[in-house]
């Protein structure tokens, strides 16, 4: 018997996707143990409980989710798999950007997920690069790239609506957190308004910590002529009106390996401004049309700049197909957990 688990607080992006995934599909779905609790070891201790008679589970997994240090998520998981046989969806994978210490710590704790799965799963090709730099070259544990889901979900050309009233805004979405690109925006809309009035929002709330950066970026922006605001947490009901009313989409993190919030623009009809990475050049070969890349920061003011003249460019052409599809990913998966020995 197999189950398909899913760790974590209802707001996190990752729980959000699996959940979601588990809902595409009657085989997940009838699989799914769900372990909610907020508190890393008291997760631990509920998973350990739900997969007793298991003997295969696929567990969608960051180091943060599953442990109070990536070294207790990589104890846990190891624990895991001496009872069951596990399909491992990594998210989050560690990349040397982040820094040396937390970089090292990271990647000994994806090794260690990856030496104790009968397969792992990630939603990108630069993942899977990114995923090997952690790994011995002994490693022999199948890699199966699935991207995320895309599926149109916006409004149709003559159907979108007009931007909000009163000053342009230049949208980030979801959780604000170091490194984010907030500053770079912030720094493109000041540029941009000398000569039309912009400010600069962020669709979501704060990571845990972080609370400081609200402060940081809203006396930057002032510093510089503009504004900054932060929505906080935004149901999941309203953000199709909130994401469509922004007059600007950006998406100015450069090291990101796979991006739900870039998803989130695109298919609800938008086609944010991302500066050019490993990922977001992946994302613009696999599907044409669906994001403006710029190169550093002052292609992102210019790029802003000419979203503002030519709103339409701000939206992704009703012909560009997207994919996969929430239900052919769900397949995907479940495809990979049934493939389990």
Same mark, same amino acid.
């Not at 631990?44 to 070294?71: C, E, K, Q």
């Not at 922006?221 to 900054?228: L, M, N």
């Given at each position: 018997?197999?189950?398909?688990?899913?760790?974590?607080?209802?707001?996190?992006?990752?729980?959000?996707?699996?959940?979601?995934?588990?809902?595409?599909?009657?085989?997940?779905?009838?699989?799914?143990?769900?372990?909610?609790?907020?508190?890393?070891?008291?997760?631990?201790?509920?998973?350990?409980?739900?997969?007793?008679?298991?003997?295969?589970?696929?567990?969608?997994?960051?180091?943060?989710?599953?442990?109070?240090?990536?070294?207790?998520?990589?104890?846990?998981?190891?624990?895991?798999?001496?009872?069951?046989?596990?399909?491992?969806?990594?998210?989050?994978?560690?990349?040397?950007?982040?820094?040396?210490?937390?970089?090292?710590?990271?990647?000994?704790?994806?090794?260690?997920?990856?030496?104790?799965?009968?397969?792992?799963?990630?939603?990108?090709?630069?993942?899977?690069?990114?995923?090997?730099?952690?790994?011995?070259?002994?490693?022999?544990?199948?890699?199966?790239?699935?991207?995320? $889901?895309?599926?149109?979900? !916006? +409004?149709?050309?003559? &159907?979108?609506? @007009?931007?909000? *009233? #009163? =000053?342009?805004?230049?949208?980030?979405?979801?959780?604000?957190?170091?490194?984010?690109?907030?500053?770079?925006?912030?720094?493109?809309?000041?540029?941009?308004?000398?000569?039309?009035?912009?400010?600069?929002?962020?669709?979501?709330?704060?990571?845990?910590?972080?609370?400081?950066?609200?402060?940081?970026?809203?006396?930057?922006?002032?510093?510089?002529?503009?504004?900054?605001?932060?929505?906080?947490?935004?149901?999941?009901?309203?953000?199709?009106?909130?994401?469509?009313?922004?007059?600007?989409?950006?998406?100015?993190?450069?090291?990101?390996?796979?991006?739900?919030?870039?998803?989130?623009?695109?298919?609800?009809?938008?086609? $944010?401004?991302?500066?050019? !990475? +490993?990922?977001?050049? &992946?994302?613009? @070969?696999?599907? *044409? #049309? =669906?994001?403006?890349?710029?190169?550093?920061?002052?292609?992102?003011?210019?790029?802003?700049?000419?979203?503002?003249?030519?709103?339409?460019?701000?939206?992704?052409?009703?012909?560009?197909?997207?994919?996969?599809?929430?239900?052919?990913?769900?397949?995907?998966?479940?495809?990979?957990?049934?493939?389990?020995?």
């Amino acid at each position: 018997m197999s189950a398909y688990a899913v760790v974590g607080p209802e707001r996190h992006g990752v729980v959000i996707h699996a959940l979601r995934l588990a809902a595409s599909t009657p085989g997940l779905g009838a699989r799914l143990v769900r372990i909610s609790t907020t508190d890393p070891t008291t997760a631990a201790d509920d998973l350990r409980r739900a997969l007793v008679g298991h003997d295969s589970a696929m567990i969608h997994v960051t180091d943060h989710l599953l442990g109070r240090s990536p070294a207790e998520a990589a104890d846990l998981v190891e624990d895991l798999a001496r009872t069951s046989a596990l399909a491992l969806c990594l998210h989050d994978v560690p990349q040397p950007e982040e820094g040396e210490a937390r970089h090292a710590r990271r990647r000994a704790a994806y090794r260690r997920f990856v030496e104790s799965a009968a397969v792992v799963v990630v939603a990108s090709e630069h993942e899977r690069t990114l995923l090997a730099r952690c790994l011995d070259e002994s490693s022999d544990t199948p890699v199966v790239v699935l991207p995320l $889901p895309l599926e149109r979900v !916006g +409004a149709a050309a003559t &159907e979108r609506p @007009e931007p909000s *009233p #009163g =000053v342009p805004q230049v949208g980030v979405l979801g959780f604000l957190y170091p490194g984010k690109g907030l500053e770079e925006v912030i720094d493109a809309a000041a540029i941009v308004a000398r000569g039309h009035e912009v400010a600069v929002v962020n669709v979501g709330g704060v990571s845990s910590g972080h609370e400081s950066l609200v402060d940081d970026l809203t006396a930057r922006a002032d510093r510089q002529g503009t504004r900054f605001t932060l929505t906080g947490y935004v149901p999941e009901r309203d953000l199709p009106e909130v994401l469509q009313s922004v007059a600007v989409p950006v998406a100015a993190h450069r090291h990101i390996s796979a991006s739900g919030s870039i998803n989130t623009w695109i298919a609800l009809g938008r086609k $944010p401004i991302v500066l050019a !990475g +490993a990922y977001t050049r &992946e994302l613009a @070969e696999r599907l *044409p #049309g =669906v994001v403006t890349l710029v190169d550093d920061a002052a292609g992102l003011a210019s790029a802003i700049g000419r979203a503002l003249q030519s709103p339409d460019s701000t939206w992704v052409d009703d012909a560009v197909r997207l994919g996969p599809t929430w239900a052919d990913s769900a397949l995907a998966h479940e495809a990979v957990l049934r493939s389990i020995p």
